[in-house]
């Protein structure tokens, strides 16, 4: 039985930094069963692509905030790709393959913008160790950091 005060720890995903405020979360590609994209931060259900394929999911950072120094995600056997909006409009890719938590100051560094992207060519969590769609109903998470 839980009692107050009683304390949980995550072994396999220690996390640094604090989770950067969004304003907003939209999903450019089809999620699992429609669910909506701010189910990706940790402590929602998570998600996964339409029939477990591809999914990506936009970040709108608020305005003035801290300066990021990576992605705590828990998807650590499917590889993503960070992307962010230029000031000239265009995406840009910061860098693929990633698995798991991302924590690196310098390549966040002397990047200011305010639309960040995940992507995932697969979640077929089937293909991952450890990690199943009955986990809490959902699917990966992932927080940008600050």
Known sequence: DWRVDDYVTLLDFP?????ANVSNYINITNTGWNISADCIRF?????V???????EIEYKL???GNPLIGVHSDSINLPYTIKYKNKK?????????CLGT?????????????KWRL?????DMHQSEGLSTYRSG???HADFLC
Do not use: N, Y
Request: proline share 2%; aromatic share 14%; net charge positive.
């Open 119 to 123: 992507h995932w060519l697969s979640t």
């Open 89 to 97: 409009g265009f995406w840009v890719v910061l860098k693929e393959h």
């Open 62 to 64: 608020e305005k003035g």
């Open 15 to 19: 996390r640094q930094g604090i989770a």
């Open 138 to 140: 959902g699917g990966f």
């Open 43 to 47: 402590g929602k259900c998570g998600l």
């Open 102 to 114: 991302v924590i690196d100051p310098k390549l966040f560094s002397g990047v200011s913008a305010t």
């Open 49 to 55: 692509g339409g029939w477990w394929k591809e999914m």
